[in-house]
């Protein structure tokens, strides 16, 4: 058995005519009007993340697809989504043309495995009952599918594109999901590597410092002692990184090993000159250098983070 679990929507009617196969049929919240059939049963229980929770729970099929009702061909939506699960896919992950790039790329950065899919916010998607069915969740609206994949798991998960002409049942709640995805990122150990990788470019400023006071002590010219000193800062920061911040990735080999610091270099590079630019930039604006360079450190450090993270040590 199928189930079909809709986050309730006023599209509804039109998407429910278009299905000819047998399923059945949850609908979160109370009917928009008067509609229905043996096989479709509302679900209420509070807010909207409950309801869906709930149908869920009480859901009887093998597999699970959860349908914002502004998918358009839900009957060859589903078909494919059932074939690909029957090969072997324990998720199968409805793309969105249209998707939100900056919120892509903010859950990306706070939760990595969520790289696994190009749209981890689909509200469109398939699940296998027995992935899910031992799992705590705790969403809000209708984002489960970050949810199954914050689990780590290693989920084998198939995409599909979907046709969507329709509005995301997330009624605005961006405050709230925000909090929630700082609160995932915190107990995914996130957060923390953020703070570590700061602890770590503070202790290669402090080396590059050093060595810089040491070989111009020594009167070598100034030009290769900064080199020097910078390279060796570079250097010393990505093994810091390799083995503390980013432990956790990576794949074995001396070829992953040198590609990722071949990596760590370019875009260290490039963070050297966004900070060089707001130095002189700010500066030329008539903002005092000191000042002007700590806004270039700070816009390099989330530059060297997001690289970083996003890049060099790619999940």
Known sequence: MITLIFPYGRNLPRVLKEIKGSYEILVAGKPYREFGGENIKFIEDGNLASSLMKCIKESRGEYIIILNDGVEEVERLINKMVRMAEEGA??????????????RMLV?????????TKDPLSEIFMVRKDVIKNMKMHPIGCKILLEIIATGENYDIKEIPVKFNGESIFNGEYSAYSSHLFKIAWEKGEIK??????????LSIILNEFLLWLMLSYG?????????????????SFIMNEIWTFGDRGKKGLAAYMKRMAKYNFASIVGLMINFFFLIFLS?????????NIVGIAAAFIWNFLA????????
């Open 193 to 202: 590597r953020f703070v570590k990788f700061g602890i770590v470019g503070g």
């Open 108 to 116: 990306n950065l706070l939760i990595p495995c969520s790289r696994k």
């Open 90 to 103: 324990d998720i199968v992950v409805g793309v969105r043309k249209e998707k939100s790039l900056l919120g």
């Open 220 to 236: 070598i010219h100034l030009v290769i002692s900064s080199l020097v000193s910078i390279e060796v800062g570079i250097l010393a």
């Open 284 to 292: 030329h604006l008539g903002m005092n250098p000191l000042k002007a």
């Open 308 to 315: 970083h993270n996003l890049w060099t040590w790619h999940v």
